[in-house]
């Protein structure tokens, strides 16, 4: 054979070399579109699931609110005070970001922050004690992004103790700001 020869058949299997290797980053691409996908999916379950979650745990309260109907929910935590108290302590603080970070999923969600006294105290004073409270709470949700039209007060001073005792266990318990949803 000659050398003209030779050079075109080493061209011919060269170019037949690279025509059937193509490069797989084409394959490469799929699969992470296909996880990306796959990946938002079960976001959107995941969302959709906290959602519903959230919905169940709406109960109606018996009476109505500032706002007009009220509605609990076991996702929303109590924040306590010490007696005659209304700064914000730290293990608080944590449960308001936890309301924030709820509050921050449903952006049309609305709700009222009511604060409450324990039984010492003139009837006057207790309620007063109560609104601070109830702001306090209102202002640091505030400080964490959650808009404040979103947001009302009302203090019910010592009118409505969650528990009935008269002991410093109950008092405890009845120095609280409570968040409730209210109705659209």
Sequence with gaps: MTKKSLIIIFILCFGLIMIGCPKKTAMKEEP????EAAKAEAERAKETKAKEQFEKSLVAE???????EV????LLKDIHFD?????????????LKENAALLSKYPNVKVQVEGHCDERGTVEYNLALGERRAN????YLVSLGIS???????SYGKEKPLDPGHNEAAWAKNRRAHTVVTAK
């Design 32 to 35: 992470s579109v296909q996880k």
């Design 62 to 68: 018996k009476t109505p609110g500032i706002a007009g």
């Design 71 to 74: 509605f609990e929910s076991s």
């Design 83 to 95: 007696f005659d108290k209304y700064d914000i302590r730290p293990g608080d603080a944590a449960l």
């Design 136 to 139: 306090h709470a209102k202002n």
């Design 148 to 154: 404040p039209a979103r947001i009302s007060t009302i």
